[in-house]
């Protein structure tokens, strides 16, 4: 039984910009959030900065995968599958996967409820598709990465997390990041994860007011309901607040706040064009804009800094 947990992070804003539009609990690491893992996922506590939700995905969904599976049967895999380690690899109920390689010699594969993995596609756990979401043709992805509920995955992935209802769809590449709720990177979009002179990537601490250490690699930790145009390049390590819409010339700048319009002068979202913009994302995935969400925003659009 799933017990309530608090928040694990002494000062939440610590976690910008994911937890501006949620509590820490609802943060999703692995496959389920640190909330629904019940307070029993011993890694919980290290979960402090938005960087160490990738450092720490392939802990999470190992346990995830072990917990959610205990005692049960996964869905039979289609004869068109090809599966190395088909022992480590779970089919939820309404999961469809055709012509697809699924390699969970490495860490293992979860495939949610009525779950999409279109034909063509590389998978190497360990790695979750969530309830809803969908990997399209021809998609690379490596682990450890998540794809949350209703989310579109596509191109080449490698150690990230995307929470529901967000699209990086196309080709381009993203690594070592995290995306939030609502997000849509345009095609052709890519991030860096890597500097050239392979030295500590550094990334914007909303508390500290500065650039913090991040590890050897870190690439784009965005905020809800923001989105990147075509072929967008971002830096590495960049941080995008909620809400921004990002557009512009070269390397994106290394901290993009929220409600952003573009990235190369200070100009700001308009208000009436935010609520606009995003119900029409909503609905293209037959969703509304919900009340509770405008307060958010609201609250977040008037405190911005």
């Given at each position: 039984?799933?017990?309530?947990?608090?928040?694990?992070?002494?000062?939440?804003?610590?976690?910008?910009?994911?937890?501006?539009?949620?509590?820490?609990?609802?943060?999703?690491?692995?496959?389920?959030?640190?909330?629904?893992?019940?307070?029993?996922?011993?890694?919980?506590?290290?979960?402090?900065?938005?960087?160490?939700?990738?450092?720490?995905?392939?802990?999470?969904?190992?346990?995830?995968?072990?917990?959610i599976t205990k005692g049960r049967s996964s869905q039979p895999l289609p004869a068109?599958?090809?599966?190395?380690?088909?022992?480590?690899?779970?089919?939820?109920?309404?999961?469809?996967?055709?012509?697809?390689?699924?390699?969970?010699?490495?860490?293992?594969?979860?495939?949610?409820?009525?779950?999409?993995?279109?034909?063509?596609?590389?998978?190497?756990?360990?790695?979750?598709?969530?309830?809803?979401?969908?990997?399209?043709?021809?998609?690379?992805?490596?682990?450890?990465?998540t794809i949350g509920p209703y989310s579109i995955a596509g191109g080449e992935i490698?150690?990230?997390?995307?929470?529901?209802?967000?699209?990086?769809?196309?080709?381009?590449?993203?690594?070592?990041?995290?995306?939030?709720?609502?997000?849509?990177?345009?095609?052709?979009?890519?991030?860096?994860?890597?500097?050239?002179?392979?030295?500590?990537?550094?990334?914007?601490?909303?508390?500290?007011?500065?650039?913090?250490?991040?590890?050897?690699?870190?690439?784009?930790?965005m905020g809800d309901y923001s989105r990147a145009a075509i072929n967008t390049s971002?830096?590495?390590?960049?941080?995008?607040?909620?809400?921004?819409?990002?557009?512009?010339?070269?390397?994106?700048?290394?901290?993009?706040?929220?409600?952003?319009?573009?990235?190369?002068?200070?100009?700001?979202?308009?208000?009436?064009?935010?609520?606009?913009?995003?119900?029409?994302?909503?609905?293209?995935?037959?969703?509304?804009?919900?009340?509770?969400?405008?307060?958010?925003?609201?609250?977040?659009?008037?405190?911005?800094?």
């Amino acid at each position: 039984m799933n017990m309530p947990v608090p928040d694990v992070i002494p000062l939440i804003d610590d976690l910008f910009p994911f937890t501006q539009t949620r509590a820490a609990k609802d943060i999703r690491i692995g496959i389920l959030t640190l909330g629904e893992k019940g307070g029993d996922w011993p890694g919980a506590g290290r979960i402090r900065y938005p960087w160490d939700i990738f450092q720490w995905n392939d802990e999470a969904l190992r346990y995830d995968f072990t917990q959610i599976t205990k005692g049960r049967s996964s869905q039979p895999l289609p004869a068109s599958v090809q599966a190395i380690a088909e022992e480590n690899i779970f089919l939820e109920e309404g999961a469809r996967v055709e012509h697809a390689l699924l390699n969970a010699s490495a860490g293992p594969i979860y495939i949610g409820r009525n779950a999409l993995v279109m034909e063509g596609s590389m998978i190497r756990g360990p790695f979750a598709l969530c309830e809803g979401g969908v990997v399209k043709m021809g998609a690379k992805i490596y682990g450890a990465t998540t794809i949350g509920p209703y989310s579109i995955a596509g191109g080449e992935i490698k150690n990230s997390v995307l929470f529901g209802y967000s699209n990086k769809a196309h080709d381009g590449y993203l690594g070592d990041s995290v995306i939030g709720e609502w997000c849509n990177l345009g095609a052709g979009t890519s991030n860096s994860n890597l500097k050239n002179n392979a030295g500590e990537v550094k990334a914007w601490s909303l508390v500290a007011g500065k650039f913090l250490p991040a590890g050897m690699k870190c690439g784009l930790l965005m905020g809800d309901y923001s989105r990147a145009a075509i072929n967008t390049s971002f830096n590495t390590g960049t941080v995008v607040g909620v809400c921004a819409n990002v557009f512009g010339e070269g390397l994106t700048p290394k901290f993009i706040p929220s409600f952003s319009w573009g990235y190369t002068a200070a100009v700001s979202y308009e208000w009436e064009k935010v609520l606009r913009d995003i119900a029409n994302w909503k609905r293209l995935k037959n969703q509304l804009l919900t009340d509770a969400e405008i307060r958010t925003l609201t609250h977040i659009f008037e405190d911005r800094i």
